[in-house]
């Protein structure tokens, strides 16, 4: 409690109650091996003074997307990390520890391996033509494999502070045509559960949103259809993309005909 109750009182709930899920699997195994006769965690003190983990629905709106494209225009690590979750809707880490090994660019693929991947088997993610332009300008350290890295020994590390930049700069952004605008608190993860709500608005089957986002299928559907769906994956991400073009401003015109001029 002496470790879960500072982060409750700085308004972290759902984080407090996370690390207060480890420190109970930790005194768990701790019993298990043998090491502690009884674990000290109690989960129903935990719940009475941090309360319980509700469920998230924070999408981002237009204005919002279009300022997180703002707050990562420096080309940075963490700026790549932010626009590679907006154009795939993957989960946080499996961008940030992705591997330069994973990404197949003649194929146009990242390739999260079962080994680090939730459901237990390879994720296919395709990689749109802004997505790959963003990792060609990653820089290539010597001896890292890893994608995402500042200094080459680990991949880059998305804390509270660097969110906390990421929110200076969105609200900053916003302000440029709101002075009065506010930037309600959201988390990395609202990010995934914004493009699959926009997949959605983009009218893209909810069995194709899911697997873009990497939603294990039922157990039967696991067991018999082994395909990664790779080509109406990237339909669907290639149609957020042109979504988010527009949001960003950088759309291009789709009804100009180049004409050659008759001498």
Not at 230 to 242: N, Y
Request: proline share 3%.
């Amino acid at each position: 409690m002496e470790v879960v109750e500072p982060i409750y009182a700085r308004g972290a709930q759902r984080q407090a109650l996370n690390i207060a899920q480890k420190i109970g699997t930790f005194f768990g195994w701790c019993v298990d091996d043998d090491l502690i006769t009884a674990s000290p965690f109690r989960a129903k003190k935990v719940r009475t003074t941090i309360g319980e983990k509700g469920s998230r629905d924070r999408v981002l709106t237009d204005a919002e997307i279009g300022a997180l494209w703002t707050a990562t225009a420096a080309g940075d690590v963490y700026s790549a990390v932010y626009r590679l979750l907006l154009l795939t809707g993957q989960r946080l880490n499996d961008i940030a520890q992705a591997s330069w090994t994973e990404v197949d660019v003649d194929r146009k693929t990242l390739t999260v391996p079962a080994a680090r991947f939730k459901s237990g088997r390879d994720h296919v993610v395709p990689l749109t033509d802004e997505a790959l332009g963003i990792i060609a300008k990653l820089p290539r350290l010597k001896k890292c494999n890893w994608l995402c890295s500042l200094d080459g020994a680990g991949p880059v590390t998305i804390g509270h502070k660097v969110k906390l930049r990421i929110d200076a700069a969105m609200l900053a952004a916003l302000r440029k045509d709101d002075q009065e605008a506010k930037l309600p608190a959201w988390v990395n993860h609202d990010i995934r559960r914004t493009v699959r709500t926009r997949l959605s608005e983009l009218d893209v089957m909810d069995e194709v949103a899911e697997a873009v986002i990497g939603h294990v299928p039922t157990a039967l559907v696991r067991t018999y259809n082994q395909s990664d769906r790779l080509k109406v994956k990237r339909d669907a991400l290639t149609r957020w993309e042109g979504a988010l073009l527009a949001l960003t401003g950088r759309e291009t015109a789709s009804n100009v005909v180049a004409m050659k001029v008759g001498k």
